[in-house]
């Protein structure tokens, strides 16, 4: 019992380890995308947006294929053992399903982003500040569901 209670307690110490992390990635990005957004907007072309938009999402998509072919877990050491955690957690065939599922939903985001890098004209674009909206919605949604989680445990 008092066991459980000390694998619980490193669990809940590296959840909340992996949450700061994804917090100072997240930061930096939101500050990149900021930067981004001026410059856009003084050059007056969504483009830049679109294509840094479009290269992450790619990024994203070919190491999660890297990560499910070769079995590796590129991160940190507290990402790896997440990853192993979850793995023994849900099982080997889920967690390999829930890493196809995150690959094909990056790969689709991917290619409709880089169909609007071509298709769409993005020197007309009005760029407003309410484009920082979502990415803050998504910020403080993956913060509550991610301290329920721990909380959970």
């Not at 479009?54 to 877990?73: D, E, P, Q, R």
């Not at 990402?79 to 957690?89: F, G, H, I, P, Q």
């Not at 065939?93 to 829930?98: D, F």
Request: hydrophobic content about 50%; glycine content about 8%.
């Amino acid at each position: 019992m008092a066991g459980k209670d000390v694998d619980q307690q490193i669990v809940k110490r590296l959840k909340k380890r992996r949450l700061l992390q994804n917090n100072i990635q997240f930061l930096i990005g939101f500050i990149i995308y900021g930067l981004l957004f001026l410059y856009a907007r003084q050059v007056g072309s969504a483009f830049v947006l679109v294509f840094v938009f479009s290269l992450f999402s790619w990024s994203i998509a070919v190491h999660s294929l890297y990560m499910f072919k070769t079995g590796k877990i590129i991160g940190t050491k507290t990402a790896r053992l997440m990853v192993e955690l979850d793995k023994e957690r849900v099982g080997e065939e889920e967690w390999k399903q829930q890493r196809v599922d995150g690959m094909l939903g990056m790969g689709i985001i991917g290619i409709v982003s880089t169909l609007c890098l071509f298709l769409k004209d993005l020197q007309n674009v009005e760029l407003e500040f309410l484009f920082f909206i979502p990415i803050l919605a998504a910020w403080v949604v993956h913060n509550i569901l991610e301290g329920y989680k721990i909380k959970k445990l």
